[in-house]
């Protein structure tokens, strides 16, 4: 089993910054694919970004590009996802996900993904 605990959710004005960071118990986390979603009231979870286990390739959904950036320590069994130039529309709980078979990588589903954090709230105010 492996546990996410994130953190570094809250409350942001358009155009500021956060940076969520992910922890992860067991052994075997360089392996894994680990992935941010996001959901919205009402709307299924997608795949904000992605990053490989030991090569570190990453995965950004378009309308992300060039504000959010992911990145991992392996030594310390965690991923962060620096957010910045937030806009409104970011506003959503974000959630931390392993993959330890790297499906997710190629389908960028999230049932891919076999294990979830509990979940942080981002919201950014106009």
């Known amino acids: 089993q492996v546990q996410l605990v994130e953190s570094g959710g809250g409350l942001v004005q358009a155009g500021g910054s956060l940076r969520l960071s992910c922890v992860a118990s067991?052994?075997?986390?360089?392996?894994?694919?680990m992935g941010w979603f996001r959901q919205y009231p009402g709307r299924e979870r997608e795949l904000v970004a992605a990053i490989t286990g030991s090569l570190f390739r990453t995965y950004y959904t378009d309308s992300v590009k060039g504000r959010f950036t992911i990145s991992r320590d392996n030594a310390k069994n965690t991923v962060y996802l620096q957010m910045n130039s937030l806009k409104p529309e970011d506003t959503a709980v974000y959630y931390c996900a392993a993959d330890p078979g790297s499906r997710g990588w190629t389908s960028k589903r999230a049932e891919e993904y076999d294990y979830w954090g509990q979940g942080t709230q981002v919201t950014v105010s106009s």
């Open positions: 067991g052994r075997t986390f360089s392996s894994y694919v």
